[in-house]
């Protein structure tokens, strides 16, 4: 565990309630998160320091933190709170390190070093600078929070220093959604905190004058008033003030070490130069001193407050303010001269770090090996899905050679990979512009194509349909121009021209089996195996090549390719097994971490867990699933992206549901958008009209899905059937379905539901014979969810009571209730009508008494003239109700005696 800094108060001030806060989390035993926020200096880490004063002695204290300043290897702040301790397994540590384990399985390494250390015991885990943290020390905090037993995981981070770019701001919010999280955010001290603070370093009460001086100066930043009085040793307080004061805390931190001597400057500079973590042996390397008088050295500055020992031979500064500090004051030739020295180093010892590597390089002005460690670097953590870091390396190539096609190649990948599409466009664009090789152009091309897509840049996307056409024809056969064809191929899966795309895909793959291709040969099986799903009458057979292809690529070490196999696979037409799709959906999840896709990792996949939670019949899992990732993801938010991944599927489920006021929110944030599809807010909009009985604005709203509809290339099952029902709910007349009908059926739409729409259109015409017949031929229609079953035998039922068939309505509604079990809204209450019509109780109804005292005043008037031989007719006439209604007390009289007959009915008033 490195050491915590301290401060120069023998006690801490104006932290108490936060300090209390924490304190009580930490020992309630039970799992709890808690972010602590503040500025440079305001007393994140001494908070921490307190807290851990305060925890029993059987609890296992970790604390890490991420390195500032520069690329962090992944796992970093895991690494720097495990080092130096004895219990850490060697190869657990080897294989949290290995480029070639997946990112699944060296997170799982990193949890599986935790347990083991951590074991059942009550346990604080701090991270700390999260918002330096690199991407996989992200993910392995969320795990932690997710895990039960009786620990506290606390975090620290700079609040101004979160940008979307840095993978901490994905997972502060993610933290906030997904837990309780208890925020400590830390503020300035006030003037009386400041009088306390100087009274506890001092001894005695501070002077008002003195106190309103020092708080001016200092603003009211503890750290630096702390290191003021460090750096003024031996003044009374009301002296101190009258004395020339530094006007920042630089200039105090600097103060710090301007007595010190030549050879201790050296190792202070140099170890600023290196990093937060300073290595004994590379700072006895690059200043050339032999080991005694280094560690005399460094003894002297641990003792002065410059350094602390952090971990075996391994010293950090004490604050990250104090490096930042001496870095600025120092020449420009004296930085590049130690960054040079370290390289040599690094170099010499043959470093396996090619992001160290990259950042000595070009400190040291040292261009070509900064570039090659970037390129070398890049390629790595790409390899190991890595995206934000491979990033940020190929970028730092770019600042010296923009113009260099590998790099921008490797940033339009990362940059999509991690969601930033518009970067991703901006380096796409310029690698294509820039490509020297048909290589080059034809993999730019494919990458843009789905890049463009995805920022729904729809013009760009026909342009490089137009310039891969062109350039096929330039091409000579071979693997450019077969890679160029996967290109179209996708292009035109991606716009719905299923014909094109099958097409250039079958193209694509003649000329990767004539060239022996394979890697081509997989991109063109996705994209022909994609088109197919999309067809009820080829989707068996694109399942099966999307199937195998998934087994392929990821023997080939083609994550992103397995993980698009798998999506599809998942979203398309749903296995028999439950088990089946809840695998697919983990495995494609487990891949798309691989290649550090993060859409497909987070977004797509709790897009997939609330289609599960519908194959299940349970609507409110399905809406937990897509708020949490619509809160997780926050690719929708970004310009340029999808309007919403999560925002129509959602609003749908709310119709089910009949939170209406959630659908009318959504609909407001979603037209706030830019690039909805024409349809979209016509169509949730016409369906809320219709729910709400609003029947001018169904009408608007209508007319405008209808004008937009032809724009729309594809065809929804569902859509046609719940937009259908919602039209039938508000009493359209039968010429505005027939309508609406012909424009979303097209024979992209499972048989099933076009058979559902007929039975529904059927029914609204009193066609009830026709109708049961369809209704009853999808009754158990695999592609159908289980709700949807349970509308359908609904409608069979309605259907039977209108011909009076009472005995096989009750089975259809006895069918439907297990179906209809966890779903809410209109299909529950139409459900509900027919029970009534027949006679039944509620589904949730508590069991009823049965028994002559079961009955109602008005049933036992019922069953009186029943036992006399009454009809229904007769009963109808008697009591002036209608012979339906009477119908019903009938069968409410037998169900309550429990009896089949009148006559039955007649014995038991007989005998009571």
């Known amino acids: 565990m490195r050491t915590i800094r301290g401060g120069a108060s023998p006690v801490m001030i104006g932290r108490e309630s936060e300090l209390r806060r924490l304190a009580q989390l930490a020992s309630a035993r039970e799992p709890a998160v808690a972010l602590i926020a503040g500025e440079p200096g305001i007393g994140k880490t001494r908070l921490v320091h307190e807290l851990l004063t305060t925890v029993s002695a059987e609890t296992v204290v970790l604390v890490g933190q991420a390195e500032p300043g520069s690329l962090s290897r992944p796992y970093e702040v895991l690494l720097d709170a495990i080092d130096g301790r004895p219990e850490s397994d060697e190869e657990q540590l080897a294989a949290l390190a290995d480029p070639r384990r997946s990112p699944v399985e060296r997170l799982h390494t990193g949890l599986a070093i935790l347990a083991d250390l951590i074991g059942d015991s009550p346990a604080v885990i701090v991270f700390e600078d999260l918002h330096w943290a690199d991407s996989e020390s992200a993910a392995l905090f969320k795990r932690i929070a997710d895990q039960r ?61 003195a106190v309103a001086a020092l708080h001016h100066r200092t603003g009211g930043n503890p750290f630096f008033l702390e290191e003021l009085l460090r750096a003024l040793p031996g003044y009374d307080v009301e002296v101190l003030v009258e004395q020339p004061l530094p006007w920042s805390l630089a200039e105090v931190l600097r103060r710090q070490v301007d007595d010190l001597d030549p050879v201790s400057h050296r190792i202070v500079e140099a170890a600023t130069v290196l990093g937060h973590r300073i290595p004994f042996d590379l700072l006895a390397d690059v200043t050339s001193m032999g080991e005694d008088e280094l560690i005399a050295v460094l003894r002297d500055l641990v003792t002065r407050g410059v350094l602390v020992e952090s971990g075996d031979d391994e010293f950090a500064f004490r604050h990250a303010l104090v490096r930042e500090a001496i ?88 940059a999509w990979l991690a969601g930033l599409l518009d970067d991703a466009l901006r380096y796409g664009r310029r690698w294509r512009d820039l490509a020297n090789t048909t290589t080059d152009r034809a993999e730019s091309l494919y990458l843009l194509v789905r890049i463009a897509w995805e920022s729904r840049e729809t013009d760009e996307m026909r342009a490089l349909t137009h310039d891969i056409g062109t350039l096929i024809a330039q091409l000579p056969p071979g693997a450019d121009q077969a890679r160029a064809m996967t290109a179209i191929a996708q292009s035109a899966y991606l716009r719905g021209d299923p014909e094109a795309a099958l097409l250039w895909s079958d193209r694509a793959l003649a000329l990767a089996d004539e060239f022996d291709l394979p890697a081509v040969r997989l991109a063109a099986l996705l994209e022909k195996g994609s088109t197919l799903t999309e067809r009820p009458q080829s989707a068996a057979a694109g399942r099966k090549i999307l199937s195998n292809l998934v087994d392929e690529a990821e023997k080939a070490g083609e994550w992103v390719l397995a993980a698009r196999a798998l999506n599809d696979l998942v979203h398309g037409e749903p296995p028999i097994s439950p088990t089946e799709h809840a695998e697919t959906l983990e495995r494609m999840r487990v891949n798309a971490e691989r290649a550090g896709f993060e859409s497909l990792a987070v977004a797509t996949y709790f897009k997939g867990r609330a289609r599960l939670a519908v194959r299940a019949g349970d609507l409110r899992a399905a809406i937990a699933a897509l708020k949490e990732g619509r809160e997780q993801d926050r690719s929708y938010r970004r310009p340029g992206r999808w309007a919403d991944y999560h925002g129509v599927f959602l609003a749908g489920l709310y119709l089910e549901a009949g939170e209406l006021d959630q659908v009318e929110q959504l609909i407001t944030d979603l037209a706030a958008l830019p690039n909805n599809p024409s349809t979209m807010i016509p169509g949730l909009a016409f369906h809320l009209a ?67 729409v ?89 069991p009823a008494f049965t028994g002559p005292t079961a009955l109602t005043p008005r049933e036992r008037e019922v069953a009186v003239l029943i036992s006399d031989g009454l009809t229904n007719t007769e009963l109808a006439r008697r009591l002036y109700i209608s012979p339906k209604t009477a119908a019903v007390h009938v069968s409410n009289i037998l169900r309550k005696l429990g009896v089949s007959s009148r006559t039955e009915v007649g014995d038991i008033v007989e005998r009571h």
């Open 758 to 846: 007929d039975a529904q259109l059927a029914e609204a015409r009193s066609q009830h014979a026709e109708a049961l017949a369809s209704y009853l031929s999808i009754a158990e229609a695999h592609i159908l969810a289980p709700a949807t079953r349970g509308t359908v035998r609904v409608g069979a039922a309605r259907c039977l009571l209108a011909n009076n068939r009472r005995e096989e309505a009750t089975a259809q509604v006895e069918a439907a209730a297990p179906l209809l079990a966890e779903w809410r809204g209109w299909r529950v209450a139409q459900l509900a009508q027919v029970r009534a019509q027949l006679g039944m109780a509620p589904v949730d109804a508590t």
């Open 149 to 209: 037993g009786p620990r506290l995981l606390i975090g620290t981070y700079r609040p101004d220093e979160v940008t979307r770019r840095q993978p901490v701001a994905g997972l502060l919010a993610r933290m906030e959604r997904r837990h309780t999280v208890t925020h400590v955010r830390l503020d300035r001290l006030t003037p009386s905190q400041t009088a306390a603070l100087l009274a506890a370093a001092t001894g005695a009460p501070a002077p008002l004058r």
């Open 327 to 414: 870095a600025d004051q120092m020449l420009g030739r004296q930085r590049r001269r130690l960054h040079e020295t370290a390289l040599d180093v690094l170099l010499k010892g043959g470093a396996a770090d090619p992001a160290m590597v990259a950042h000595h390089a070009r400190g040291a002005g040292r261009y070509d090996d900064m570039i090659a460690a970037a390129r070398r670097g890049t390629a790595l953590y790409l390899s190991i899905g890595s995206a934000y870091q491979a990033l940020q390396l190929a970028e730092m190539g770019l600042d010296e050679v923009p113009d260099d096609t590998d790099l921008l190649s490797a940033a339009a990948r990362a």
């Open 690 to 756: 219709c729910r709400r009985a609003d029947l001018p604005r169904a009408e608007a709203s209508l007319e405008e899905l209808i004008t937009a509809l032809p724009e729309q290339t594809w065809r929804s099952n569902e859509q046609a059937h719940d937009l259908i029902s919602a039209a039938l709910d508000i009493g359209l007349p039968a010429h505005r379905l027939d309508q609406m009908a012909a424009a979303l059926l097209d024979a992209s739409v499972w048989d099933a539901y076009r058979t559902l």
